[in-house]
């Protein structure tokens, strides 16, 4: 896929991945259409454009609301007269040890990080189909393919966000239209909280930059991939975790008492 001129709606654009994504994008031809939540990263987002001079434009949306989705692509539709490319993005993170989970939360991680993502692809579907082409991405995570102790609701919200992006595929076989799901590990952003970069740091898990992150991204897109593990050697763990899970679990066994002591937020 040539990027040049192609029509992209991103959610979650005003995020540590989304704003080197935005660039990133921009820089290689695409059209945006950069959707926000709050006033401050509407505000954000705008000075970015400008700043940039990127092509885009500017929406504010909760993906969570079936009236504010449908303006986010209605918005897209009528500036660029169409749309080829739906970048799911926008995601929600908690680290917790499950049993001391908020259950609003796990709620909200539900909506964000899964129902959305599926509504959004859902509602622009029959337009990419009506055109024949358009490609799907979905941004997952490397924890969607492992399950990692502290993280158990977004594991379950990636898990699936994998297990739709293959089963969409396989359905759109032949239509044209291309799903592409990309499993990032951390990255440095304040999307994880403290206690992850300190994880981090003790070298539990690597994180990398967002500008990298974002560079890899579009470069699935514009070959047309279907799966992106980003980041060695999880990307190795990921595949091992689904042949042989049983070595992966005697690896983390020894690290949960320190996740744990981080989960909860102990010296």
Not at 69 to 94: H, K, P, W
Not at 194 to 215: I, L, Q, S
Request: aromatic share 6%.
């Amino acid at each position: 896929m040539d990027l040049r001129g192609k029509r992209i709606l991103l959610t979650g654009a005003a995020g540590g991945i989304g704003r080197d994504l935005c660039q990133e994008l921009a820089c290689r031809g695409a059209r945006l259409c950069l959707v926000g939540r709050t006033d401050a990263s509407i505000a954000s987002l705008r000075h970015l454009v400008e700043e940039k001079g990127l092509d885009a434009v500017v929406v504010q949306a909760d993906i969570t609301q079936a009236r504010d989705r449908e303006s986010a692509i209605r918005r897209t539709q009528l500036t660029y007269a169409g749309l080829d490319v739906l970048i799911n993005l926008a995601g929600l993170m908690d680290f917790q040890m499950f049993s001391a989970s908020d259950p609003a939360m796990i709620q909200q991680m539900l909506q964000i990080n899964l129902q959305a993502p599926m509504q959004l692809t859902r509602e622009v579907l029959p337009a990419m189909l009506a055109q024949g082409s358009g490609r799907i991405v979905n941004i997952g995570s490397m924890f969607g393919s492992i399950g990692y102790p502290g993280f158990a609701t977004y594991s379950a919200t990636k898990f699936a966000l994998r297990g739709f992006s293959q089963a969409l595929r396989r359905e759109l076989m032949g239509s044209g239209i291309g799903v592409t799901y990309v499993s990032p590990r951390g990255v440095r952003t304040t999307f994880n909280p403290r206690a992850v970069h300190a994880m981090a740091a003790e070298g539990m898990m690597h994180m990398d930059e967002p500008a990298w992150v974002a560079t890899h991204i579009a470069d699935a897109i514009e070959k047309e991939k279907d799966e992106a593990y980003l980041g060695f050697p999880e990307s190795f763990f990921a595949r091992l975790n689904g042949l042989w899970p049983r070595l992966v679990d005697h690896s983390l066994k020894k690290v949960v008492p320190a996740i744990s002591r981080h989960a909860g937020g102990l010296p």
